[in-house]
């Protein structure tokens, strides 16, 4: 069902939102499911938001940032509505990544109040963390505050589910929708606010750039702390009228491909880390009932591609680009127009401006405004940043198509200068990707005496050797000096929660490597 991208309908609050997606496609029409296998319907998600909510807002102020610790699953979706229903804002705490930056998102953020679960702390051995946010704030598990719900909430949340709209909170688009923090990858992690606006209009924008099918069921593992699998796993859907189906990890290789057959999954969310792994351990007819696969976060090799369509058949893998900062989506390919090599069309609504970058012809650092781009950056004392004049500087270095098309060249930060030139780090990642398809490479830059920079790659490959690097540089007609010579082989690319490769942890490595070969 394809829509046109009506930037004023999208200026909604996200529980009206619901509300508005629940008149649209039926208030029993099951919206939300997860491991349990206990289907909610619109009418059973907006009333138990509205049951939880009543108790949440019992110990915390309205206008607070709740933290919220919970993998992908009904509970997370439920706590989030929750938080909105009583005008609370919805802090997403990610929980792998490690106890100093959690306690930092706590202190930025000015959370004084967790929620999380007794069986997710277990099964995850987080105890450790636990017991230090409990340092900074009051830690409260779910399971406890569902005892407490009686006869009057029940009621009370029986009434709101047949009236949403007169007991919700008023809270306006404007107001902040939830508080996420970047990935880390390339450094500290920052809080990003963005408006209720901000996600519902990235779902309007989705909507409008693919035909969605309100029949279809959206697979997703991942953490609801990422953007990525905020907005497209759970808010795209349910506001669409897909079937939400969260599922708590994905690194779950074995159980993910034969519980996307059975729950009749029509699109599979990840990254292409995880697509490739579930792709070698699925049995044939596992994957091949999906209509398409979206991956971000970290680029699609074409190993993944072809692995795909070797052993699924007609199963598109559709390549998109975002940034937190932009609620995520900025670009995605289509099913019916799938250009390998580049991250998509850019999304109905969104503006562009490339700035040149001395040294890299061809393309430029993208700045992108739109209405899904953030209110701003978290600034200290809880206070906002807000963005000048409403852009955004991704850092990306990018190159558009004259129809919109984007292909990505790299991170600013992600070129290094080698005797004058400027090299793409994700270019000679590439390089060592196609000489060994099946494992994983990470390229970093260090200061060089004589030629500026020079290029370590770092793989799981035992037994690289910079020789076929250089055969397969000439072979293409790539400049020598984008192949790394140095190489440094571990047993596992450390990788961040959402998949993305951890470059400060590979610099960590290499630091270390070199220090002891020094």
Not at 128 to 144: G, I, M, P, W
Not at 357 to 383: K, Q
């Amino acid at each position: 069902m394809s829509l046109q991208f009506d930037a004023r309908k999208a200026q909604t609050s996200l529980f009206d939102a619901l509300i508005a997606a629940r008149r649209r496609f039926g208030a029993k029409k099951p919206i939300l499911e997860d491991q349990e296998r206990n289907p909610l319907t619109y009418t059973d998600l907006i009333r138990a938001a509205f049951a939880l909510g009543r108790k949440i807002a019992g110990f915390t102020a309205p206008g607070e940032r709740v933290g919220v610790m919970l993998p992908a699953s009904s509970a997370s979706v439920v706590t989030f509505f929750a938080l909105h229903a009583f005008g609370r804002t919805p802090t997403m705490l990610n929980f792998t990544a490690g106890i100093r930056n959690l306690k930092a998102a706590c202190e930025l953020a000015g959370v004084q109040t967790v929620l999380t679960s007794h069986r997710f702390i277990e099964q995850g051995k987080l105890h450790d963390l636990v017991d230090a946010l409990e340092t900074l704030t009051k830690v409260v598990y779910l399971e406890d505050v569902r005892r407490t719900i009686g006869l009057a909430d029940k009621l009370f949340a029986a009434a709101a589910g047949a009236f949403p709209g007169k007991f919700r909170a008023a809270t306006r688009p404007s107001d902040p929708g939830v508080i996420l923090f970047t990935s880390g990858s390339f450094g500290a992690p920052r809080g990003v606010v963005l408006s209720q606006a901000n996600i519902v209009s990235n779902v309007a924008q989705i909507a409008a750039h693919i035909p969605l099918d309100p029949d279809w069921v959206m697979f997703n593992p991942l953490p609801t702390f990422h953007c990525f699998g905020l907005t497209g796993g759970v808010m795209l859907p349910i506001l669409t009228g897909m079937k939400a189906f969260q599922y708590p990890s994905p690194l779950h290789v074995k159980q993910i491909p034969p519980l996307i057959k059975d729950t009749k999954a029509s699109i599979l969310l990840a990254t292409d880390t995880f697509v490739n792994q579930y792709a070698r351990s699925a049995e044939p007819d596992e994957l091949s009932g999906l209509t398409f696969i979206v991956c971000g976060a970290e680029k699609v090799r074409e190993e993944t591609h072809n692995l795909i369509a070797e052993r699924f058949g007609p199963v598109p893998v559709l390549e998109g680009y975002g940034a937190t900062e932009a609620a995520p989506v900025i670009a995605v390919n289509k099913p019916a127009d799938n250009r390998r090599g580049t991250v998509g069309g850019l999304l109905p609504g969104m503006e562009t401006r490339l700035v040149p970058v001395e040294g890299i012809p061809g393309g430029g650092r993208l700045l992108v405004r739109g209405p899904n781009v953030m209110s701003g950056y978290l600034a200290a004392g809880g206070g906002l940043e807000p963005l000048e004049d409403g852009w955004h500087d991704t850092g990306d270095v990018v190159s558009i198509t004259e129809d919109g098309w984007v292909k990505i060249k790299g991170r600013v930060k992600r070129f290094a200068k080698i005797g004058g030139e400027m090299v793409s780090l994700t270019a000679a990642e590439d390089l060592a990707s196609a000489v060994w398809p099946d494992c994983r490479h990470a390229v970093v830059a260090l200061p060089d005496p004589k030629k500026g920079e020079r290029l370590i790659l770092v793989t799981d490959r035992q037994g690289a050797e910079a020789g076929p690097l250089v055969e397969h540089a000439k072979a293409i007609g790539a400049p020598e000096i984008a192949v790394p010579r140095r190489i440094i082989r571990v047993p596992e690319i450390p990788v961040l929660g959402t998949g993305k490769t951890d470059y400060v942890a590979i610099q960590r490595m290499v630091d270390a490597e070199l220090s002891r070969a020094a």
